[in-house]
């Protein structure tokens, strides 16, 4: 029986692809192919870092060729961005599922804050979002990935529950509470990431998180009006 080549020794170590109807062989291996290199990625990331994590170590992890690798990805940045795309997708899914616990705006408001608190504290979500990620993508890119993704889901969750309120709302403002909210969840992540007592640090951040929102209730249901921004312009000096 004559010997098999390296690539026959390859692939028979890969894990059977299981035929899907519609779906060539060749498109569900390279899809499998793609998911064994992000999850190897993504566990090599979380470990060690971007910086220490080669791509000779992935392919390993993976059981794949580099050209393969090389068929799906660019390199290695592009590899850490769909790692970052993955988790972040993960991230909303989950809080998208909480959401669902309440119909109550204001409900959901806390509910999604706290499925926030708890990704921020999963080792993978604090190495590649918020250690790595605005080193390795940029400023710019690492805004617009968030943009796709939590920032959406936080927009969502103003607009509703603003237009809970008696507020009537532009888009314009709508967007401003959003970035606030976005940029005060986003600084807390950041604070539980780094805290010595994650717990304690969620526990303080859930307080003061809350404390706002039932500020913000308290005005919206009394009736207070939110002044017009163009008020607060400076008028022309006098002659």
């Not at 504290?121 to 605005?134: A, K, L, N, S, T």
């Not at 532009?170 to 007592?197: C, N, Q």
């Not at 913000?216 to 400076?234: F, H, I, K, N, Q």
């Amino acid at each position: 029986m004559p010997s098999r080549t390296p690539a026959e020794k390859l692939r028979s170590t890969l894990p059977k692809v299981p035929k899907v109807p519609g779906v060539s062989r060749r498109q569900q291996y390279s899809a499998s192919t793609k998911k064994a290199l992000v999850d190897v990625a993504a566990r090599l990331f979380t470990e060690q870092g971007y910086a220490a994590t080669s791509l000779d170590a992935i392919v390993a992890g993976a059981r794949v060729t580099k050209g393969a690798l090389y068929h799906h990805f660019s390199g290695k940045q592009a590899v850490f961005e769909a790692v970052f795309e993955r988790i972040e997708q993960d991230a909303s899914s989950h809080i998208r599922k909480a959401l669902k616990k309440s119909n109550d705006p204001w409900d959901k408001a806390l509910i999604g804050l706290r499925a926030f608190l708890e990704i921020v504290q999963d080792p993978g979500y604090q190495r590649i979002v918020i250690q790595e990620g605005p080193a390795v993508l940029g400023y710019e890119r690492f805004r617009e990935q968030e943009e796709r993704s939590s920032f959406g889901l936080v927009q969502e969750m103003v607009k509703l529950v603003l237009e809970g309120s008696a507020y009537d709302l532009s888009d314009e403002m709508l967007g401003t509470f959003s970035r606030i909210f976005f940029g005060a969840m986003s600084a807390a992540g950041e604070s539980v990431s780094t805290a010595a007592e994650p717990k304690i640090a969620v526990a303080q951040v859930e307080t003061a998180m809350a404390f706002i929102l039932a500020g913000l209730r308290s005005l919206a249901e009394s009736g207070v009006e939110l002044p017009d921004p163009e008020d607060l312009l400076p008028g022309d000096s006098e002659a």
